[in-house]
Nanobody, 115 residues
Framework: QVQLVESGGGLVQAGGSLRISCAASGSIFSFNAMGWYRQAPGKQREAVATISSGGSTNYADSVKGRFTISRAIGKNTVYLQMNSLKPEDTAVYYC?????????WGQGTQVTVSS
């Protein structure tokens, strides 16, 4: 059973930075891709950033130039570095991993950006 555990969320002022982490229970190379999604109150979950097993990255237009997804293969961990945070970035951030037809989710970590 794959487990994804997020950490690093919290409260930050607008313009600040935060890094959240996702630790996987197995090798991240076993996944086709990993990514970060977020869900704000009353809104649908949306993709924020993804990274493929080959290292290719994709970002939502709203975070391009501000957020960076990366991975530490030896630690089976994926990170999301968030800079120049805005109040509209406030959401629960979820880690996701896909492997074949399987789709795994973490429990989420709250990120709150105050104005």
């Amino acid at each position: 059973q794959v487990q994804l555990v997020e950490s690093g969320g919290g409260l930050v002022q607008a313009g600040g930075s935060l890094r959240i982490s996702c630790a996987a229970s197995g090798s991240i190379f076993s996944f086709n891709a990993m990514g970060w999604y977020r869900q704000a109150p009353g809104k649908q979950r949306e993709a924020v950033a993804t990274i493929s097993s080959g290292g290719s990255t994709n970002y939502a237009d709203s975070v391009k130039g501000r957020f960076t997804i990366s991975r530490a293969i030896g630690k089976n961990t994926v990170y999301l570095q968030m800079n120049s945070l805005k109040p509209e970035d406030t959401a629960v951030y979820y880690c996701n991993a896909t492997s074949g037809f399987h789709n795994y989710w973490g429990q989420g970590t709250q990120v709150t950006v105050s104005s």
